[in-house]
T-cell receptor, first 111, second 115 residues
Framework: DAKTTQPPSMDCAEGRAANLPCNHS???????VYWYRQIHSQGPQYIIH???NNETNEMASLIITEDRKSSTLILPHATLRDTAVYYC????????????FGSGTKLNVKP | GAVVSQHPSWVICKSGTSVKIECRSL??????MFWYRQFPKQSLMLMAT?????????EQGVEKDKFLINHASLTLSTLTVTSAHPEDSSFYIC???????????FGPGTRLTVT
């Protein structure tokens, strides 16, 4: 079962930063936070993941609060192609543990 | 790297027939593959987990006799929807993982329509 809560939708102006929040208040110490996105009628695309430190890659930054009960995905300069449903997933460390998707956030990037 | 393909990308079949969907990891060996189903405007729902050479593990509420999963090699898993009915119409997505603790790589999905 999904262990995350996300707002159903958000709007963002093109070129601005998109900040997508996720609540995972029941996360355990050995659980990672993963972010994926799904563009309409396609398979989900991996974005980033982290355990407790902030992470950054070429796509996005992940900020995890000190108590690890919430996180924020940051797309620094959103483009129209970033319009998608973004999923925050909590996954146990090690092993081929499963992903249980929540309802996600529909990000609408507007010109 | 880490590309997963699915075949077919879409299929239409008549009620009562069976349909097979293939999931392949193209550039890596996937010890574990996962199958999801997604209805319109809904999130992905995990159906089953399959490990190469062993029986699949199904999520609660998923009929194992209806959704047959075979993971015959490290690069191929198949999902067969047996005796399909209109309510089985959905978007079926597979994913593959190649390392302990690694992320899952998703296929592009297969849209099944049962008439």
């Amino acid at each position: 079962d999904a262990k995350t809560t996300q707002p159903p939708s958000m709007d963002c102006a093109e070129g601005r930063a998109a900040n997508l929040p996720c609540n995972h208040s029941t996360i355990s110490g050995n659980e990672y936070v993963y972010w994926y996105r799904q563009i309409h009628s396609q398979g989900p695309q991996y974005i980033i993941h982290g355990l407790k430190n902030n992470e950054t890659n070429e796509m996005a930054s992940l900020i995890i609060t000190e108590d690890r009960k919430s996180s924020t995905l940051i797309l620094p300069h959103a483009t129209l192609r970033d319009t998608a449903v973004y999923y925050c997933i909590v996954r146990s460390r090690g092993g081929f543990n499963k992903f249980y998707f929540g309802s996600g956030t529909k990000l609408n990037v507007k010109p | 790297g880490a590309v997963v393909s699915q075949h077919p990308s879409w299929v239409i079949c008549k009620s009562g027939t069976s349909v097979k969907i293939e999931c392949r990891s193209l550039d890596f060996q996937a010890t574990t593959m996962f199958w999801y189903r997604q209805f319109p405007k809904q999130s992905l729902m995990l159906m089953a987990t399959s490990n190469e050479g062993s029986k699949a593990t199904y999520e609660q509420g998923v009929e194992k006799d209806k959704f047959l999963i075979n993971h015959a090699s490290l690069t191929l898993s198949t999902l067969t929807v047996t005796s399909a009915h209109p309510e089985d119409s959905s978007f079926y997505i597979c994913s593959a993982a190649y390392s302990d603790g690694g992320e899952q790589y998703f296929g592009p999905g297969t849209r099944l329509t049962v008439t």
